[in-house]
């Protein structure tokens, strides 16, 4: 079974701080996924990336691929509560269907 | 392109009824897949479609689940004699494998409670 880890579970921290949450697994993946869901909402996708070593800007948010693209790490700038969210890692294993394999999630909360 | 949409968003059902959940894909995507999410878990992989083929399941869909396509554009999940540990949020989602990269995008989903 392919697993995705992610650190830290939970994050609570004031606006305007910096952050970064890890998405780890001892399989390769051909593309993998970072979502944003809300409660009671489906998933909403931020990015994909395919290539090992890939990084990827959405404004204050950049996401990175592992070399080996068995890891991804996803960091914030200056955090607004607006970031406030389960954050999802989800990836889809090479040699298999395009079924995605979710990580634990990340619940981040962002205050004034 | 209006998103995928699924219906209802919410149903409430006592043990034992069956229900059927609805999913409308992005127009123009091929494939659908269901996944169920219960309460601090991520979202679980049930089954998929490429068109109105379904081509895998997982091992979690048991015979109570059946899953449908038959045009290969919406779909239905049913589930007979519902128990209470069907209780979760089920999220449909859809792709085009040919352009998106395996990109899903999901619906807002159904909540299910099962009394």
């Known amino acids: 079974t392919q697993l995705l880890e992610q650190s830290p579970q939970f994050l609570s921290i004031q606006e305007g701080e910096n952050l970064t949450v890890y998405c780890n697994s001892s399989?390769?993946?051909?593309?993998l996924q970072w979502y944003r869901q809300e409660p009671g909402e489906g998933p909403v996708l931020l990015v994909t990336v395919v290539t090992g070593g890939e990084v990827k800007k959405l404004k204050r948010l950049t996401f990175q691929f592992g070399d080996a693209r068995k890891d991804s790490s996803l960091h914030i700038t200056a955090a607004q509560p607006g970031d406030t969210g389960l954050y999802l890692c989800?990836?889809?294993?090479?040699?298999?269907?395009?079924?995605?394999?979710f990580g634990t999630g990340t619940r981040l909360q962002v205050t004034l | 392109d209006t998103g995928v949409s699924q219906d209802p968003r919410h149903k409430i059902t006592k043990r034992g009824q069956n229900v059927t959940f609805r999913c409308d894909p992005i127009?123009?995507?091929?494939?659908l897949y269901w996944y169920r999410q219960t309460l601090g878990q991520g979202p679980e992989f049930l089954t998929y479609f490429q068109n109105e083929a379904q081509l895998e399941k997982s091992r979690l869909l048991s015979d109570r689940f059946s899953a449908e396509r038959p045009k290969g554009s919406f779909s239905t999940l049913e589930i007979q004699r519902t128990e209470q540990g069907d209780s979760a949020m089920y999220l449909c989602a859809s792709s085009n494998h040919a352009w998106t990269r395996g990109t899903q995008y999901f619906g807002p989903g159904t909540r299910l409670t099962v009394l």
């Open positions: 127009s123009e995507h091929n494939r």
């Open positions: 399989s390769v993946f051909s593309s």
């Open positions: 989800a990836g889809v294993a090479t040699g298999t269907a395009s079924k995605l394999t």
